[in-house]
């Protein structure tokens, strides 16, 4: 059974820096492509930003361009989403998906539970 | 960036009867690459189908979608109660990899 397990979610003051991290189980890691989909309470889906199987290719919606940065450790089976200089509109669910395939441009197959960041003073 | 919309906003339908979402892109999606997931209310989104016309895995024969260029459609033929959720669409074809506001189908 494939398993997605974000961590790192919490309440962070605007301006403020935080790490989430994604492990995954049950799949073989580096056939995959990785994504972080987020989603604020009550609303609609927000595709932030995708990694290809090896690291070396990256995208990121314009909302977050500059201040987020992906990365993957395929030998830990880990994704990270490193988030800094925090507004309020980053407050949501982040969501942690995987994609068979190769390239960057894939679907999300799987699927975490979530883990809430709240961006308030 | 490819802005998708979503037709209607809310849907609502019997079980038994047929649901048709529409969804829109601003411009022609590379190589039809269109996603629908479903989402339940506290879960996280399912992908239901890929490429704009393939099931994914497990997926009921029920759920079937079409369309290429800028226009795509989710159908499902009959609803089941477990059917009642939201649908979004997204294009992985150009980056940044957009979502669709989501369509609500619930109970008439």
């Known amino acids: 059974e494939v398993q997605l397990v974000e961590s790192g979610g919490g309440l962070v003051q605007p301006g403020r820096s935080l790490r989430l991290s994604c492990a995954a189980s049950?799949?073989?890691?580096?056939?995959?492509?990785m994504h972080w989909v987020r989603q604020a309470p009550g609303k609609g889906l927000e595709w932030v930003s995708g990694i290809s199987w090896n690291g070396r290719s990256t995208d990121y919606a314009d909302s977050v361009k500059g201040r987020f940065t992906i990365s993957r450790d395929n030998a830990k089976n880990s994704l990270y989403l490193q988030m800094n200089d925090l507004r309020a509109e980053d407050m949501a669910f982040y969501y942690c998906?995987?994609?068979?395939?190769?390239?960057?441009?894939?679907?999300?197959?799987?699927w975490g539970q979530g883990t809430l960041v709240t961006v308030s003073s | 960036e490819i802005v998708l919309t979503q037709s209607p906003g809310t849907l609502s339908l019997s079980p038994g009867e047929r649901a048709t979402l529409s969804c829109r892109a601003s411009q022609r999606v590379a190589s039809s690459y269109v996603a629908w997931y479903q989402q339940k209310p506290g879960q996280a989104p399912r992908l239901l189908i890929y490429a704009a016309s393939s099931r994914a895995t497990g997926i009921p024969d029920r759920f079937s979608g079409s369309g290429s260029g800028t226009d795509f459609t989710l159908t499902i033929s009959r609803l089941e109660p477990e059917d009642f959720a939201v649908y979004y669409c997204?294009?992985?074809?150009?980056?940044?990899?957009?979502f669709g506001p989501g369509t609500k189908v619930h109970v008439k």
């Open positions: 049950g799949l073989t890691f580096h056939d995959y492509a």
């Open positions: 997204q294009q992985y074809g150009n980056s940044p990899f957009t």
């Open positions: 998906a995987a994609g068979y395939g190769t390239g960057r441009a894939t679907v999300c197959d799987y």
